[in-house]
Structures are given as structure tokens and as C-alpha cells.
């Protein structure tokens, strides 16, 4: 079952620039409990932060940055705080927010999220019909489905400032406190795949991948 409602008041305000101006495991610690948040035409969608995965540049042989800056990876050579957005398998998109100082290469990719508000919306934007917990749990559970839910695209968002509450996505802190942050391997990749950088809350039933990894 989701989180109780958080009053928009709350919501209001964007995490600084600064909050992102560090190693990108750093940040992903405290990430965990914030909250993504989609303003449109004075209503909103809002979802918190219980799965995130750390990507670093010429060191980490998984990161879209390792190969060098180019036109598509821009974004993640700084300045901190902006939206990466990239197209994968042919069928949905992954969200990322930008690390370290403009110029060094660093993000982190949402891999999933605890629906808030705005839940219906993001069920439609899914093309779901919500039947019991199982169908809530799988909204934006997995990087594809938060994008989805979200309707986060690379036209719409890549470079979008996550850390203005002038955009339309950015994210909040609603004062939520985690109590255990547990890391693992990260999902679903070949090259530095040892590295323990995928963290998540412990116990939340929206984090993603198989439930051997969830626990």
C-alpha cells in the first residue's frame, strides 16, 4: 500500500544544486525517501525514491559517460543537478539526474519509486487498470515504468533542471527519514558489474528486480 497523501505545500521546493555536487554514492544514500515530483497545469504527480543506482565516469565501464562526452551523454558532464534521459531496448526510457562538479562526469538512474500522488494519472499514462496491491506495486516499479508513469521522454526532459521548482520535474524533500539503506550489485549490466552501487530502501515492496534482490 502507498504512502499517506503529502499536502503539495510540502512539495513546493527543489532540492539545491548543491545536494548533487558529490560522488554520485553519496548522493544515492540520500536520494532514497525523496520525492520525484511532475507539475501539470496545477496538479501533480508524486512518487518517493526507494531504488537508485550510481554511475561514475572514466572509472565505471557501466556509465554512458566511460566512452568520453558526446552529443547523446552530454548532460552528465555537468553542471550538477540536471535530467539525462536515454532510450533503451527499443521500448522505454530511464531517468538519471547529473553529479559532481560541471565538468566531471557522474549520475545516478531512478530505478524505481513509492507512488504518491496523482496515482490514477500515472496508471492511465501506463495504460493500467489498477485491480489490488500487486497492480500498485508494479506502477513505477523498474526504471522503464517510472519513466513511463512519469511521461518522462528524451524530447521532453533530457537536460530539464531537477533542481528548480520553476520545471515541471524536479524533486522534493517532504521530510521522510529512512531508517535502512541496503546495496547491492546493480541490475542488468555486463561491465563493472561487481560494484556495489545499487541502493535501495530496506523492506519497501517497490523496489524493482528479482525478490532475491529486493530484500
Not at 554514492?25 to 536520494?31: Q, T
Not at 508513469?149 to 524533486?171: Q, Y
Not at 531508517?179 to 535501495?200: C, D, N, P, Q, S
Request: charged share 25%.
Amino acid at each position: 500500500m502507498a504512502s499517506s497523501t503529502i499536502s503539495a505545500e510540502r512539495l513546493r521546493a527543489a532540492l539545491p544544486r548543491a545536494f548533487y555536487d558529490r560522488d554520485p554514492r553519496r548522493v544515492c544514500r540520500d536520494l532514497l525517501g525523496k520525492v520525484l515530483v511532475r507539475t501539470e497545469r496545477q496538479k501533480y504527480l508524486a512518487a518517493r525514491i526507494v531504488e537508485v543506482e550510481a554511475y561514475l565516469g572514466k572509472n565505471d565501464g557501466a556509465s554512458h559517460s566511460f566512452v568520453g562526452r558526446t552529443a547523446r551523454n552530454a548532460v552528465l558532464f555537468g553542471p550538477p543537478g540536471y535530467a539525462y534521459v536515454y532510450f533503451i531496448y527499443g521500448n522505454h526510457y530511464c531517468l538519471n539526474v547529473s553529479c559532481l562538479p560541471d565538468g566531471v562526469a557522474g549520475g545516478i538512474l531512478f530505478r524505481a519509486a513509492e507512488p504518491l500522488e496523482g496515482i490514477e494519472a500515472m496508471a492511465r499514462a501506463r495504460n493500467l487498470t489498477l485491480n489490488g496491491e500487486r497492480d500498485l506495486r508494479n506502477l513505477t516499479s523498474g526504471p522503464g515504468r517510472l519513466a513511463e508513469a512519469f511521461g518522462i521522454t528524451r524530447d521532453r526532459d533530457n537536460g530539464k533542471d531537477l533542481a528548480s521548482s520553476d520545471s515541471d520535474l524536479f524533486i522534493a524533500d517532504d521530510g521522510y527519514r529512512v531508517k535502512k539503506v541496503l546495496t547491492t550489485k546493480r541490475i542488468g549490466i555486463t561491465k563493472a558489474a561487481e560494484r556495489l552501487w545499487r541502493y535501495v530502501i530496506a523492506g519497501n515492496p517497490f523496489v524493482s528486480g528479482p525478490k532475491s534482490l529486493q530484500l
